[in-house]
């Protein structure tokens, strides 16, 4: 959100809003907005976002009573109704995953039994979205759970941010808005200016977007081709597919965990000649063994969101942090309103 005097672009989207023009177009109940104890800090910053709006220049994350037992069993308690509300429940899956996966669960319920009129679940991060298909014999598709499980919990909608393939839409049988850190990490890497740029994929299955990169910034497109040997952590670099001979390179992906494929992908484009080297990427996972192989790769900025926390001993001097929550922020109220989320996109 930007100053309310000021017509101004909403951050990760190709929207301008001004306040004034805004009606309000209420569908549900009041909103309600509750932040799960995988991210408090951005639910603030979304309801902070939300606050600069005059019709909702109230609005508090609801109160509730989290407790873990002796056997591990968790236990909600909501502090205050939600009946007839339309209740925005924001819960990334950040470690440790399954314990905030079943809180969130735990909390849906809750919601439920407690009469809301509406519950949406904002997922920033969602989890086991890379198991989308059977690419194995005998093996699940965690995905398609994931979807059936926040169904039956008794969420009427979901949001998310960049999931690891556009199929996971189709698992879920509610609306949903699968949004995109997109045009904030791409709007963050054009003010730069970098000079001699070259967008590089960090492997095929990401090569639609590396050209939605290279065409976004007006510049080359390369691709580091790899292979995964059968039950490898990590997988092979094999070769690249492009020019980056004394240019600067921008590595783009959508998550980083282990960082194996970065490492792979930094070596191979500096052994082609490449000057400086920039990633950007939407969900900081990062296993502690992440975090010890980006310090070593001396690249000249890590560029991500806060789609996940990122604890302080985790953070490298070269990482740039860009909040999706004013991007939230205009959904949740959209959706809220019963307007176009698609305008926000030009869609």
């Known amino acids: 959100m930007q100053d309310p005097e000021t017509p101004d672009k909403v951050p990760g989207t190709k929207f301008n809003l001004t306040y004034d023009s805004r009606e309000s177009r209420m569908q549900f109940g009041k909103m309600k907005l509750f932040a ?13 976002n939300i606050n600069l709006h005059p019709y909702y220049a109230d609005l508090q994350l609801g109160r509730y009573e989290r407790t873990m037992f002796s056997n591990e069993n968790i236990f909600i308690k909501l502090n205050e109704s939600v009946r007839g509300r339309d209740v925005y429940l924001i819960q990334t899956m950040a470690s440790p995953v399954h314990e905030n996966i079943m809180e969130m669960f735990i909390m849906i319920d809750a919601l439920k039994r407690d009469s809301a009129w509406r519950i949406n679940v904002v997922v920033p991060y969602m989890t086991y979205t890379r198991s989308d298909k059977k690419d194995q014999p005998r093996v699940p598709i965690s995905a398609r759970l994931m979807a059936n499980l926040i169904e039956t919990a008794g969420a009427d909608r979901y ?12 698992f879920f049988n509610i ?5 995109t850190a997109f045009y904030l990490l791409s709007d963050y890497v054009r003010q730069k200016n970098i000079p ?19 065409a976004t910034l007006r510049t080359p497109l390369a691709f580091v081709e790899k292979r995964r040997s059968d039950n490898a952590e990590h997988p092979e670099a094999l070769a690249l597919i492009g020019d ?12 980083v965990n ?8 930094v070596n191979v484009v500096r052994e082609a000649g490449a000057k400086d080297i920039y990633f950007a990427f939407t969900h900081a996972f990062l296993a502690d063994q992440a975090v010890e192989r980006l310090k070593k790769l001396d690249l000249k900025e890590i560029i991500f969101t806060n789609t996940l926390p990122l604890p302080p001993h985790k953070r490298l001097p070269n990482m740039t942090v860009l909040s999706i929550a004013p991007l939230l922020a ?7 309103e019963g307007r176009s989320v698609g305008e926000l996109f030009k869609e």
Not at 36 to 48: K, R
Not at 160 to 170: A, E, F
């Open 244 to 255: 980056v001979r004394d240019k600067n390179v921008l590595l783009v992906d959508d998550e």
């Open 175 to 179: 609306p949903g808005d699968a949004l």
């Open 258 to 265: 282990t960082a194996g494929s970065i490492v792979n992908a």
């Open 36 to 48: 799960g104890s995988a991210c408090p800090a951005l639910g603030q910053e979304i309801t902070d």
């Open 330 to 336: 205009e959904v949740i109220l959209r959706a809220h």
């Open 159 to 170: 949001m998310t941010i960049d999931l690891h393939s556009g199929q996971i839409q189709g």
């Open 196 to 214: 001699d740029l070259v967008v590089v994929a960090t492997d095929l299955g990401f090569a639609k977007q590396g050209r939605n990169w290279a």
